[in-house]
């Protein structure tokens, strides 16, 4: 399931200072199995296409569908939501004794939504800008993530070299 923030799908899109949320959530559909043979980038180009293909219509018809049948309630279960908060230039805010060194979460998990992690913009010691992405899970499945990402991270170094 990707989350799509719907604000400048319109057009017009949203005024300034509109209050409140606008987005859809998309999902993208593969097999396990196609998971498993592909490269990690193959599940990035599938959510990098359906996040592409939301546009005004699309936004419409989810409205519609959801006037006529009922707005549908999303699991959260097996679910891992990540929001960009890139661009929310939570740095720049100043209460008076200098601009913020992070601006991002404290902690994972908010409410019903123990899985969900933010992208947050960052800047090391030397001045380079990067993103970090925190990642919260229960100890097994972090286990798990971590050995994941380790033999993922190893066999593209084996590879590129």
């Not at 998971?35 to 936004?59: D, P, R």
């Not at 992405?133 to 070299?161: C, G, H, Y």
Request: proline share 5%; net charge positive.
């Amino acid at each position: 399931m990707c989350i799509v923030n719907a604000r400048a799908r319109f057009n017009p899109p949203l005024p300034v200072g509109y209050y409140g949320n606008a987005f859809v959530y998309p999902a993208a559909i593969t097999t396990a199995r196609k998971l498993c043979e592909n490269s990690f980038g193959y599940a990035v180009e599938l959510i990098n296409k359906v996040k592409s293909e939301v546009n005004e219509e699309y936004v419409r018809s989810v409205t519609d569908l959801m006037v006529i049948k009922g707005r549908c309630l999303f699991t959260t279960v097996r679910s891992c939501i990540i929001s960009d908060l890139t661009r929310s230039r939570f740095r720049e805010i100043n209460f008076g004794w200098g601009n913020a060194v992070y601006g991002g979460v404290a902690k994972g998990g908010v409410g019903s939504f123990p899985a969900v992690t933010f992208q947050v913009p960052y800047k090391n010691a030397n001045g380079e800008e990067g993103i970090i992405l925190p990642i919260w899970l229960p100890t097994k499945a972090m286990e798990r993530f971590v050995k994941e990402l380790d033999e993922m991270l190893w066999n593209q170094t084996k590879f590129s070299s």
